[in-house]
């Protein structure tokens, strides 16, 4: 797929195979991990992931974007796509958004830059739509970036045995 964002300071396309061992490296550390999927991911649970990354591409014709930043580094991952968690068709029938960086590319903006790149880019679209996200209460970090591209709270859930704020954004 040759799609590619650009933003001043990072570039994103959908990822390929030769970004996986940089996808699980980072699935690897803690730091991202623990809001996640509660635990550092093994290589064979990132390889699943990475699979169900690339298939959503295929599936629904939007997914996850890898990121990488100036100097050519896998940074991290943002993206929209079809979950189906069973929390209900207020959140179900949307694609749901989702951000993963890096430890150490965090606290530079990358994030909040890559996901309004690929927010902006999957509202052009003409399968754009509403979209919702799931956050830990206790992420305040996603919970702000998610407000600061447009989500705002609408519920709660319990899922994966934590609970959950639901946001939503309208398609703008």
């Known amino acids: 797929m040759s799609l590619e964002l650009r933003t001043e300071r990072l570039l994103l396309r959908p990822p390929v195979r030769a970004d996986f061992d940089a996808y699980a490296a980072m699935w690897a550390e803690e730091f991202v991990a623990r809001h996640v999927t509660g635990t550092p991911q093994s290589r064979a649970d990132s390889h699943m992931r990475f699979q169900r990354v690339l298939g ?88 702000s970036l998610a407000q600061k591209c447009g989500y705002a709270a609408f519920g709660q859930a319990h899922h994966a045995g934590g609970d959950v704020v639901l946001m939503q954004r309208a398609c703008t």
């Open 56 to 143: 959503g591409w295929a599936f629904s014709g939007f997914g996850f974007f890898s990121i990488f930043n100036a100097a050519g580094q896998y940074i991290g991952q943002t993206g929209l796509f079809e979950a189906m968690r069973e929390l209900g068709a207020d959140f179900d029938t949307a694609p749901e958004a989702g951000w993963s960086l890096r430890k150490a590319a965090t606290g530079k903006g990358y994030a909040l830059e890559a996901t309004l790149a690929v927010h902006g880019w999957f509202d052009a679209q003409p399968f754009a739509q509403r979209t919702v996200c799931m956050i830990s209460p206790d992420n305040a970090a996603s919970i």
